[in-house]
């Protein structure tokens, strides 16, 4: 099965009627993922999503863009995020999994049960999960470029562009009148 879904949103009823092992394999880009004001763009994912005993499991390989304040400059950076996304999501009917036991009684809910749960029309929504995945990953201190001088801590000018006015703000004539 090869499937190009032009959401995030996937059908997986077959899978859950089936067997274990059984996937739908996708690919997806230039997709948009907005949560909370972080916006991810030309986010691309590859990948399946899998048959597990009690749950669907998803293996994929996500790219995306996001725009990040430079941690030296303060500029607004263009920073590229790659993962190799994992997460298991768990169905609501699980009556359709016969013989398998049921993931919620046995681990009961979690806060983040929404973003990994198959809804009752078993639909599995990976947008909130791929989101919170692509997040996590943000870098710490993001660099416009590596070799990113960074503001001068006297006069803040970006070094990368600009000249430090320290010296040219206190010319030698004030500094004997001081
Ligand atoms: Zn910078
Ligand atoms: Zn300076």
């Known amino acids: 099965m090869f499937v ?3 959401t995030m949103l ?3 009823s077959a899978l859950l009627t089936g067997s274990v092992g059984d996937e739908i394999k996708f690919h997806f880009a230039d997709e ?3 949560i909370d004001d972080l916006l991810f763009r030309d986010v691309e994912a590859r990948g399946k999503l899998m048959r597990t005993d009690r749950t669907v499991f998803a293996d994929l390989k996500v790219k ?3 725009d990040a304040e430079c941690s030296r ?3 607004e950076t263009d920073t590229r995020i790659s993962i190799d996304f994992t997460e298991e999501f768990r ?3 699980t009556d359709l999994m016969q013989g398998h036991r049921n993931w919620f009684d046995e681990y009961g809910t979690y806060e983040n049960d929404e973003a990994l749960t198959i809804d009752s029309t078993n639909l599995l929504d990976i947008s909130t999960a791929l989101w919170q995945g692509l997040s ?3 870098p710490m201190n993001p660099l416009c470029d590596p070799n990113c001088k960074g503001l001068c801590a006297g006069c803040s000018a970006d070094l990368n562009t600009a000249t430090c006015k320290c010296h040219a703000d206190r010319p030698a004539a004030l500094n004997l009148l001081q």
Do not use: D, G, Q
């Open 4 to 6: 190009e879904p032009e």
């Open 10 to 12: 996937f059908n997986v």
């Open 32 to 34: 948009t993922l907005e």
């Open 64 to 66: 995306a863009a996001v």
């Open 73 to 75: 400059c303060l500029v």
């Open 91 to 93: 169905p609501i009917n």
């Open 136 to 138: 996590a990953a943000m």
